[in-house]
């Protein structure tokens, strides 16, 4: 088991900036590959970002590259995710997933996830 909790997320003016991060426990965090989704108000959960085990590889979907960060720091099992130039449809709840293969970090077929942080843009 992997347990996984989200923290970071608040209320951010557009145009503003924002870190989430995701502390894992209870397996090796290098084992896993790790990834952030998000969940607009009303939609379906979607895929925003993951990252290689160690670090080398990351992937983004396209509404959020050069705005979007994400890094994990596997001396403190911490995945990150730095998110600028806020727009309000970045509106959601964030949530951080983990999965043994970078490809597996689908909505569907993602091993572990954590509770979820909100993130809302609105002036």
């Known amino acids: 088991q992997v347990q996984l909790v989200e923290s970071g997320g608040g209320l951010v003016r557009p145009g503003g900036s924002l870190r989430v991060s995701c502390v894992a426990s209870?397996?090796?965090?290098?084992?896993?590959?790790m990834g952030w989704f998000r969940q607009p108000p009303g939609k379906e959960r979607e895929f925003v970002a993951a990252?290689?085990?160690?670090?080398?590889?990351?992937y983004y979907t396209v509404s959020v590259k050069g705005r979007f960060t994400i890094s994990r720091d596997n001396a403190k099992n911490t995945v990150y995710l730095q998110m600028n130039n806020l727009k309000p449809e970045d509106t959601a709840v964030y949530y951080c997933?983990?999965?043994?293969?970078?490809?597996?970090?689908?909505?569907?077929?993602?091993?572990?996830w954590g509770q979820g942080t909100q993130v809302t843009v609105s002036s």
């Open positions: 990252i290689s085990w160690n670090g080398r590889s990351t």
């Open positions: 209870g397996r090796t965090f290098t084992q896993y590959a």
């Open positions: 997933g983990a999965d043994r293969r970078p490809q597996g970090l689908t909505v569907a077929g993602t091993e572990y």
